[in-house]
């Protein structure tokens, strides 16, 4: 069982920078890819940006390629989210989100990941 804590977001201008964390509990964190996910009000929860257990592959949407950076520290047990330049459509409840499953590809939908964690508001305003 992995508990997932997410924390770091807010209310941000437009072209503004967050960072978000996702703590993990848990001895297994290392092998597990992780994803950010986000659902705004109305729409499904879609994909943001995953890493592999190692931090070596890492995967975008189209929607956020340039803009955001995901990386981990297996170390800290931790996964974060840059987001810069934010854009008032990036405004949303973020998720992180563990998938203990091996993949030869890591995992970009909602259904491959087990673990969730219970979400971070970020709003950007115009």
């Known amino acids: 069982q992995v508990q997932l804590v997410e924390s770091g977001g807010g209310l941000v201008q437009a072209g503004g920078s967050l960072r978000l964390s996702c703590a993990a509990s848990?001895?297994?964190?290392?092998?597990?890819?992780m994803g950010w996910f986000r659902q705004a009000p109305g729409k499904e929860r879609g994909f943001v940006a995953a890493i592999s257990w190692s931090g070596g592959s890492t995967y975008y949407a189209d929607s956020v390629k340039g803009r955001f950076t995901i990386s981990r520290d297996n170390a800290k047990n931790t996964v974060y989210l840059q987001m810069n330049s934010l854009k008032p459509e990036d405004t949303a409840v973020y998720y992180c989100?563990?998938?203990?499953?091996?993949?030869?590809?890591?995992?970009?939908?909602?259904?491959?990941?087990?673990?969730w964690g219970q979400g971070t508001q970020v709003t950007v305003s115009s």
């Open positions: 848990g001895r297994t964190f290392s092998s597990y890819a």
């Open positions: 989100a563990a998938d203990p499953s091996y993949r030869t590809v890591v995992a970009r939908t909602p259904s491959e990941y087990a673990y």
